[in-house]
Protein backbone atom coordinates (compact mmCIF):
# COMPACT_ATOMS: atom_id res chain seq x y z
CA UNK A 1 0.00 0.00 0.00
CA UNK A 2 2.94 2.56 1.33
CA UNK A 3 4.40 1.52 -2.15
CA UNK A 4 1.54 2.51 -4.29
CA UNK A 5 1.11 5.79 -1.97
CA UNK A 6 4.68 6.79 -3.06
CA UNK A 7 3.83 5.61 -7.07
CA UNK A 8 0.69 7.99 -6.61
CA UNK A 9 2.61 10.82 -5.51
CA UNK A 10 5.61 10.55 -8.07
CA UNK A 11 3.58 10.18 -10.79
CA UNK A 12 1.36 13.65 -9.33
CA UNK A 13 4.67 15.09 -8.87
CA UNK A 14 6.01 14.40 -12.69
CA UNK A 15 2.58 15.20 -14.03
CA UNK A 16 2.86 19.15 -12.02
CA UNK A 17 6.52 19.13 -13.32
CA UNK A 18 5.13 18.57 -16.83
CA UNK A 19 2.46 21.09 -16.62
CA UNK A 20 5.01 23.97 -15.22
CA UNK A 21 6.85 23.30 -18.22
CA UNK A 22 4.69 23.36 -20.76
CA UNK A 23 3.55 27.28 -19.04
CA UNK A 24 6.72 28.18 -18.76
CA UNK A 25 7.57 27.49 -22.65
CA UNK A 26 4.26 28.98 -23.85
CA UNK A 27 3.89 31.86 -26.31
CA UNK A 28 1.99 32.37 -29.04
CA UNK A 29 -1.32 30.33 -28.31
CA UNK A 30 -1.78 26.69 -30.50
CA UNK A 31 -4.39 27.26 -32.95
CA UNK A 32 -6.86 24.55 -33.78
CA UNK A 33 -6.64 24.79 -37.28
CA UNK A 34 -3.55 24.46 -40.10
CA UNK A 35 -3.03 28.71 -40.08
CA UNK A 36 -5.92 31.27 -39.58
CA UNK A 37 -6.98 33.36 -42.70
CA UNK A 38 -8.78 36.40 -41.88
CA UNK A 39 -12.05 37.43 -43.97
CA UNK A 40 -10.68 35.53 -46.77
CA UNK A 41 -12.50 32.46 -48.40
CA UNK A 42 -10.38 31.73 -51.30
CA UNK A 43 -7.07 31.34 -50.33
CA UNK A 44 -3.79 30.56 -52.52
CA UNK A 45 0.13 30.79 -51.81
CA UNK A 46 0.42 34.69 -52.40
CA UNK A 47 -1.09 34.40 -49.34
CA UNK A 48 1.81 32.87 -47.64
CA UNK A 49 4.20 34.99 -49.01
CA UNK A 50 5.60 38.50 -48.43
CA UNK A 51 7.46 40.89 -50.49
CA UNK A 52 8.14 43.29 -48.21
CA UNK A 53 12.00 42.57 -47.89
CA UNK A 54 12.46 42.94 -51.73
CA UNK A 55 13.60 46.83 -50.97
CA UNK A 56 16.79 45.03 -49.55
CA UNK A 57 17.54 43.52 -52.91
CA UNK A 58 16.99 47.10 -54.76
CA UNK A 59 18.69 48.74 -51.99
CA UNK A 60 20.99 51.20 -53.75
CA UNK A 61 22.26 53.39 -50.28
CA UNK A 62 22.50 52.44 -46.64
CA UNK A 63 20.09 54.61 -44.25
CA UNK A 64 21.28 57.42 -42.97
CA UNK A 65 19.71 56.08 -39.74
CA UNK A 66 19.09 53.03 -37.82
CA UNK A 67 16.30 50.77 -39.55
CA UNK A 68 14.02 48.42 -38.96
CA UNK A 69 12.29 46.43 -41.41
CA UNK A 70 9.77 44.08 -40.00
CA UNK A 71 7.68 41.18 -41.20
CA UNK A 72 5.53 40.46 -38.44
CA UNK A 73 1.61 39.17 -37.95
CA UNK A 74 0.99 43.20 -38.68
CA UNK A 75 2.74 43.42 -41.75
CA UNK A 76 2.65 39.73 -42.92
CA UNK A 77 -0.97 37.98 -41.28
CA UNK A 78 -0.13 34.55 -42.67
CA UNK A 79 2.21 34.57 -39.44
CA UNK A 80 -1.09 34.70 -37.10
CA UNK A 81 -0.54 31.48 -35.23
CA UNK A 82 2.26 30.54 -35.95
CA UNK A 83 4.59 31.46 -33.16
CA UNK A 84 7.20 32.93 -35.59
CA UNK A 85 8.55 36.63 -36.94
CA UNK A 86 11.50 38.54 -38.40
CA UNK A 87 13.16 41.23 -39.22
CA UNK A 88 16.19 42.96 -40.59
CA UNK A 89 18.12 45.69 -39.13
CA UNK A 90 20.95 47.83 -40.59
CA UNK A 91 22.83 50.17 -38.81
CA UNK A 92 24.67 52.98 -40.31
CA UNK A 93 28.11 53.72 -38.36
CA UNK A 94 27.84 55.01 -34.98
CA UNK A 95 24.39 54.14 -34.81
CA UNK A 96 22.01 52.85 -31.75
CA UNK A 97 18.80 50.86 -31.35
CA UNK A 98 18.44 51.95 -27.59
CA UNK A 99 17.58 49.66 -24.85
CA UNK A 100 14.04 48.55 -25.41
CA UNK A 101 12.10 45.23 -24.82
CA UNK A 102 10.29 42.79 -26.06
CA UNK A 103 7.65 41.41 -24.24
CA UNK A 104 6.01 38.61 -26.13
CA UNK A 105 9.47 36.61 -27.19
CA UNK A 106 12.91 36.14 -27.27
CA UNK A 107 15.49 37.85 -30.18
CA UNK A 108 17.88 35.74 -31.70
CA UNK A 109 19.88 38.06 -33.54
CA UNK A 110 22.31 36.81 -36.27
CA UNK A 111 24.81 39.52 -37.65
CA UNK A 112 25.45 39.43 -41.45
CA UNK A 113 27.87 42.30 -41.54
CA UNK A 114 30.00 44.47 -39.69
CA UNK A 115 30.44 44.58 -36.07
CA UNK A 116 27.80 45.52 -33.05
CA UNK A 117 28.42 45.95 -29.40
CA UNK A 118 25.26 44.15 -27.77
CA UNK A 119 24.25 43.66 -24.14
CA UNK A 120 20.90 42.93 -21.83
CA UNK A 121 20.10 42.72 -18.08
CA UNK A 122 18.59 40.65 -16.59
CA UNK A 123 16.03 40.77 -13.44
CA UNK A 124 19.16 41.00 -11.02
CA UNK A 125 20.61 44.15 -12.94
CA UNK A 126 23.23 41.89 -14.49
CA UNK A 127 24.39 43.26 -17.45
CA UNK A 128 26.05 40.87 -19.75
CA UNK A 129 27.49 42.58 -23.32
CA UNK A 130 29.59 41.00 -25.60
CA UNK A 131 31.13 42.22 -29.08
CA UNK A 132 30.13 40.61 -32.23
CA UNK A 133 31.41 39.83 -35.54
CA UNK A 134 30.05 38.85 -38.79
CA UNK A 135 28.71 35.24 -38.45
CA UNK A 136 27.95 35.75 -34.84
CA UNK A 137 24.29 34.97 -32.98
CA UNK A 138 23.35 36.31 -30.15
CA UNK A 139 20.20 35.79 -27.56
CA UNK A 140 18.38 38.33 -25.93
CA UNK A 141 15.95 35.94 -22.83
CA UNK A 142 12.29 37.25 -23.21
CA UNK A 143 11.33 40.42 -21.84
CA UNK A 144 14.57 41.74 -20.78
CA UNK A 145 16.28 45.12 -21.72
CA UNK A 146 18.52 45.07 -24.29
CA UNK A 147 20.35 47.37 -27.01
CA UNK A 148 22.80 46.97 -30.34
CA UNK A 149 25.31 49.79 -30.87
CA UNK A 150 27.72 49.45 -33.93
CA UNK A 151 30.61 51.36 -32.68
CA UNK A 152 32.57 51.55 -35.82
CA UNK A 153 32.76 55.22 -36.87
CA UNK A 154 33.17 54.28 -40.52
CA UNK A 155 31.24 51.13 -41.27
CA UNK A 156 27.95 50.27 -41.52
CA UNK A 157 26.11 46.47 -39.78
CA UNK A 158 23.20 44.68 -40.66
CA UNK A 159 21.58 41.88 -38.66
CA UNK A 160 18.74 39.57 -39.07
CA UNK A 161 16.66 38.77 -36.04
CA UNK A 162 14.05 35.93 -35.43
CA UNK A 163 11.05 36.15 -32.62
CA UNK A 164 9.17 33.10 -31.11
CA UNK A 165 6.10 35.46 -31.34
CA UNK A 166 3.92 36.46 -34.51
CA UNK A 167 3.61 39.75 -32.51
CA UNK A 168 6.98 39.72 -29.90
CA UNK A 169 5.95 44.22 -29.42
CA UNK A 170 8.19 46.52 -28.76
CA UNK A 171 8.60 48.78 -25.80
CA UNK A 172 11.37 51.48 -25.99
CA UNK A 173 12.05 52.64 -22.55
CA UNK A 174 13.74 56.43 -24.42
CA UNK A 175 10.13 56.92 -25.61
CA UNK A 176 8.23 55.08 -22.77
CA UNK A 177 9.94 56.91 -20.29
CA UNK A 178 9.58 60.29 -22.12
CA UNK A 179 7.46 60.84 -24.73
CA UNK A 180 4.33 59.25 -22.75
CA UNK A 181 3.31 62.40 -20.91
CA UNK A 182 4.31 60.65 -17.93
CA UNK A 183 4.47 63.83 -15.14
CA UNK A 184 7.45 65.43 -14.80
CA UNK A 185 7.57 65.40 -11.41
CA UNK A 186 7.53 61.39 -11.05
CA UNK A 187 9.84 61.21 -13.30
CA UNK A 188 12.10 63.34 -11.59
CA UNK A 189 11.84 61.61 -8.49
CA UNK A 190 12.47 58.26 -10.32
CA UNK A 191 15.76 59.42 -11.72
CA UNK A 192 16.62 61.54 -8.66
CA UNK A 193 17.14 64.83 -10.99
CA UNK A 194 15.14 67.93 -11.36
CA UNK A 195 12.26 68.81 -13.67
CA UNK A 196 14.31 70.97 -15.90
CA UNK A 197 16.22 68.00 -16.65
CA UNK A 198 13.65 65.67 -17.42
CA UNK A 199 11.55 68.54 -20.04
CA UNK A 200 15.35 68.92 -21.30
CA UNK A 201 15.23 65.04 -21.99
CA UNK A 202 11.66 65.11 -23.39
CA UNK A 203 12.64 67.63 -25.61
CA UNK A 204 15.78 65.93 -27.51
CA UNK A 205 12.88 63.45 -27.72
CA UNK A 206 10.55 65.44 -29.42
CA UNK A 207 13.31 66.51 -32.00
Given at each position: MASRISTMKLLSLLLSSFVIVQIALAGDPDILSDFLVPNQNNVDGSFFTYTGMRVLVNQSTFPANFTILKASMVEFPALNGQSVSYAVLQYPASSLNPPHTHPRAAELLFLVDGSLEVGFVDTTNKLFTQSLQAGDMFIFPKGLVHYQYNADPNNPAIAISSFGSANAGTV?????????????????KSFKTDVSTIQALKAGLAS
Amino acid sequence: MASRISTMKLLSLLLSSFVIVQIALAGDPDILSDFLVPNQNNVDGSFFTYTGMRVLVNQSTFPANFTILKASMVEFPALNGQSVSYAVLQYPASSLNPPHTHPRAAELLFLVDGSLEVGFVDTTNKLFTQSLQAGDMFIFPKGLVHYQYNADPNNPAIAISSFGSANAGTVSLPKTLFATNIDDTILAKSFKTDVSTIQALKAGLAS
